[in-house]
């Protein structure tokens, strides 16, 4: 059974940085991308980021890029999402996903994670 794990969440204050990690069981995924999402409350989810299978190509939403870094070890099964310069803005529910391609659609994600709570304030 696959599964998806998210750690690192919490609560912080404006400026601050997370480490998010994404740990993935049940198969191996280095040839899958894997990505982050988020939700706010009273939102739609959103795409976050993207890595591909390889780690060398990566697509960030506007609102993160320059802040957040997505990276990931296959020896691990396991991808991160580094947040620093934190906003309230930012404060959402972080999922952890996988695809078999290289996408930013929620729609086009295979397997999701739990969640993680982020919270930002100011």
């Known amino acids: 059974q696959v599964q998806l794990v998210e750690s690192g969440g919490g609560s912080v204050q404006a400026g601050d940085s997370l480490r998010l990690s994404c740990a993935a069981s049940?198969?191996?995924?280095?040839?899958?991308?894997m990505g982050w999402f988020r939700q706010a409350p009273g939102k739609e989810r959103e795409f976050v980021a993207v890595i591909n299978w390889s780690g060398g190509i990566t697509d960030y939403a506007k609102s993160v890029k320059d802040r957040f870094t997505i990276s990931r070890d296959n020896a691990k099964n396991t991808a991160y999402l580094q947040m620093n310069s934190l906003k309230p803005e930012d404060t959402a529910i972080y999922y952890c996903t996988v695809a078999s391609r290289f996408t930013s659609s929620a729609t086009m994600q295979d397997y999701w994670g739990q969640g993680t709570q982020v919270a930002v304030s100011s």
């Open positions: 049940g198969r191996t995924f280095s040839d899958y991308s």
